[in-house]
């Protein structure tokens, strides 16, 4: 069993940034599939960005891109989200998500093994 906890969200104004963290509780990160996906009250949830174990290739929402950027740290077992130029309607509860192995295509199709809690972002003025 693997513990994700995310972290950073909060309260932003538009054009502004937040950088999400997911600590995990597994040593073996390189191993998973890991990214970020949100949900906004009403809405589907969606998939905002991916990178894969091994090789580390990114996905991004084509909403995201050039605005957003995933990274991992294996040292620190921890799934990072940078968020920049955040805009209102990106106000939704942010999830972190790995599967075993996996690709950024299996995520994307909502295929996970473990899913964090999430953590708040609201962009308003």
């Known amino acids: 069993q693997v513990q994700l906890v995310e972290s950073g969200g909060g309260l932003v104004q538009p054009g502004g940034s937040l950088r999400l963290s997911c600590a995990a509780s597994s040593s073996s990160l390189h191993y998973y599939a890991t990214g970020w996906f949100r949900q906004a009250p009403g809405e589907e949830r969606e998939g905002v960005a991916f990178?894969?174990?091994?090789?580390?290739?990114?996905y991004y929402a084509d909403s995201v891109k050039g605005r957003f950027t995933i990274s991992r740290d294996d040292g620190k077992n921890t799934i990072y989200l940078q968020m920049d130029s955040l805009k209102p309607e990106e106000t939704a509860v942010y999830h972190c998500?790995?599967?075993?192995?996996?690709?950024?295509?299996?995520?994307?199709?909502?295929?996970?093994?473990?899913w964090g809690q999430g953590t708040q972002v609201t962009v308003s003025s």
């Open positions: 998500a790995i599967k075993w192995k996996g690709t950024k295509e299996s995520l994307l199709r909502g295929e996970y093994d473990y």
């Open positions: 990178i894969a174990g091994s090789d580390r290739g990114t």
